[in-house]
């Protein structure tokens, strides 16, 4: 299809204007209608700007209930034994006070012979620490599993049971070097 020029195009519709005037007041009633459209229009714009700032703030709240959700979701509580029942909260103070008085005499017992022991012990203790940890996740995903609360106590044991044997090799250096400082002087 060729298309038409501009002049082509007012040639072919010439005759089909309509040329008429209109009728007397045709202006006026044309204004009243688009007043009567305005007015129409406010209204409905006043009806809708009178609602607009409630339901913001309603999507605001509903917007913030739900991110607090989410989020209270995403990071759980982390357990420990205390968080269990009162029993296992006084079995882990006992073992947390345990573990930090071998910690305070092991620290004290710190010397040039000692000090890879200790170095050691420590290490092993940071080990069992971030198992420790672990367990403390276990513990909130399984709900009070008693083979996660086992292995919790057990945990508490292994520790004890580095420093006193720590404390021991210690105990036995200081003997040995009581002996052979004993031996040399007779």
Avoid at 91 to 118: G, H, K, M, V, Y
């Amino acid at each position: 299809m060729k298309k038409d020029t501009i002049d082509t195009l007012f040639e072919r519709l010439e005759n089909e204007f309509d040329i008429d005037m209109p009728n007397s007041g045709h202006q006026n009633r044309f204004l009243d209608k688009l007043k009567q459209q305005n007015t129409i229009a406010n209204k409905t714009n006043e009806k809708s700007n009178f609602w607009k700032p409630f339901l913001a703030v309603a999507a605001s709240i509903v917007l913030c209930l739900s991110l607090v959700a989410i989020i209270q979701q995403q990071e759980p509580e982390i357990k420990d034994l205390a968080s269990v029942s009162p029993e296992l909260s006084k079995t882990q103070d006992f073992f947390t006070l345990a573990i930090e008085n071998e910690l305070t005499l092991l620290e004290n017992e710190r010397s040039p012979e000692t000090e890879e022991l200790i170095d050691d012990a420590l290490k092993q203790l940071n080990v069992l620490e971030l198992n420790y940890e672990k367990l403390k996740v276990d513990l909130t995903e399984s709900g009070n599993d008693k083979r996660v609360i086992h292995a919790m106590i057990s945990n508490f044991q292994n520790r004890i049971h580095v420093l006193n044997h720590v404390l021991e090799n210690i105990e036995d250096i200081k003997t040995f070097k009581n002996n052979k400082s004993n031996h040399n002087t007779l």
